[in-house]
């Protein structure tokens, strides 16, 4: 749309600003990108995004949209093409599910591996691995779970392959694990060689030195 | 559109409220099914295998899980009458956010309030009252929260209703005291029928949060 003002407030190493990128990319809208500041939020962030003060923030025309998920299916109907959710009702259904799985289920114990420690980080990794081998169900041999293409599955969890496998490394846990999970994995890969989606991953080098920071401050003073 | 739809709900369930309150906007015929949730059934253990959680709608034989996921769902096959979600975009993203901020923060920091005592029942009660006040900024002066319709928000939160009683005794506290226009906007909402009758009488929830009280051990 001519004329169109779309701004993404985000920050370089967040999955959840990724998953805007990457939808705005599949749609090949045009946008401006703005770096947060953690420890200095700009005004437009905290004008934007009162309730949570946190990235992704999208701003359209001037109007401020939170919460990437919400982000996604806004996306979604306001530019029509490369479509993200399906359009039946029953497998938007099935997608949303997926999703939610995804958010409610493998982000948190992902997270945690990275903020627990001892006990408390395997039982988070086995989490992680018990739930993603769920979700895997939901793939099948499908090259994507939105089918041939990209679709809100994939945007919501493929970055798991690039992030997980970081994380993996830092905080010396198993998450993906080929053998037990071969169609994610297969599914990963197919992910991360979307030209688009390679092209906006953050340095693999710069997102492992930013991931040891915050892991050691998040387990700092652990035995 | 036509078709078989069971429900399988639990009474108390403020979730499985949404669900009967957007069946009954749309004036969708249906079967209700009770579950106990100590002894589910097979159907909803194969209806829904991971979560194994009610609500579960089934609609000719299909089953869809998760209460939004389910109104969504409802809004958008029966989508010739009275419409859940906004048409513009904008709207229905506002929507979409205040109905995932009711889920991730009500029901904990309410279940808070009923199942703690002391210090941590504190912390619970001022989460939920501040929780419950952001909610009532957002709602102003509006009659609904989308504006002027009945809607996806209002039928976020609307559950919750009859929940407060229970939580105001169990907690010490006055919701109407804290949060006028919420529950000027819940008295609203439960002039409509399908609201009404959807909501079980908070007398019968309370009594129910005193028995689980009982068997947690919190008395």
Redesign the interface.
């Known amino acids: 749309m001519a004329g169109d003002s779309v701004k993404l407030l985000g920050f370089w190493a967040s999955p959840f600003t990724a998953r805007v990128h990457w939808a705005l990319k599949l749609k090949v809208v045009k946008y401006e990108y703005f770096e947060e500041d953690f420890r200095n939020k700009s005004t437009l962030l905290l004008q934007s995004n009162p ?1 949570y003060e946190k990235v992704p923030v999208l701003v ?1 025309n001037g ?1 401020p ?3 990437s ?3 996604l ?2 996306i979604d ?2 530019w029509k093409q490369n479509p993200i959710l399906p359009q039946d ?2 497998e ?2 099935l997608a ?2 997926w999703a ?2 995804v958010e409610d289920k493998c982000v948190p114990e992902i997270i945690s591996v990275f903020t627990k420690r001892g006990e408390e980080k395997e039982k988070a990794a086995r989490d992680a691995r018990e739930n993603l081998k ?1 979700l895997e169900s939901a793939l099948g041999e499908k090259r994507f779970f939105g089918g041939e293409t990209m679709g809100f599955v994939d945007i919501v969890a493929g970055w798991i392959g690039y992030w997980g496998r970081i994380s993996e490394e830092v905080a010396g846990v198993n998450l993906i694990d080929a053998a037990t999970i071969p169609l994610l994995n297969a599914w990963f890969e197919h992910v991360l060689e979307v030209p688009i989606i390679r092209e906006c991953l953050p340095p693999r080098e710069k997102l492992l030195e930013h991931s040891k920071n915050v892991y050691e401050i998040a387990t700092a003073g652990s035995t | 559109m036509a078709g078989e739809v069971v429900l399988l709900d639990f009474w108390a369930s403020m979730f499985g409220m949404r669900v009967r309150v957007a069946l009954a906007e749309k004036g969708v015929k249906y079967e209700y099914k009770e579950e106990d949730l100590r002894n589910k059934s097979p159907l909803l253990l194969q209806m829904n295998p991971i979560h194994k959680k009610i609500p579960v709608l089934i609609h000719n034989g299909k089953p869809i899980c998760e209460s939004l996921i389910i109104v969504q769902y409802i809004d958008e096959v029966w989508h010739d009458r009275a419409p859940l979600l906004p048409s513009d975009p904008y709207q229905r993203a506002q929507a979409r956010f205040w109905a995932d901020f009711i889920d991730k923060k009500m029901y904990d920091s309410g279940r808070k309030v009923w199942t703690t005592k002391g210090d941590e029942q504190e912390a619970g009660k001022k989460e939920f009252l501040d929780n419950l006040k952001t909610l009532e900024a957002e709602l102003g002066d509006k009659p609904y929260f989308g504006g002027d319709r009945f809607g996806f928000a209002d039928i976020a939160l609307v559950g919750f209703y009859c929940w407060f009683h229970a939580y105001e005794t169990f907690g010490n506290f006055s919701v109407e005291a804290e949060c006028p226009k919420l529950i000027a906007w819940a008295k609203r909402c439960m002039e409509k029928e399908s609201v009404s009758k959807s909501l079980p009488d908070q007398k019968k929830v309370y009594e129910f949060v005193a028995q689980m009280r009982k068997n947690f051990g919190v008395e």
Do not use: G
């Open positions: 309730v359209h109007k949209l939170a919460e998920l919400v982000i299916e806004y109907e306001t009702p029953y938007r259904a949303r599910f939610k799985f769920i």
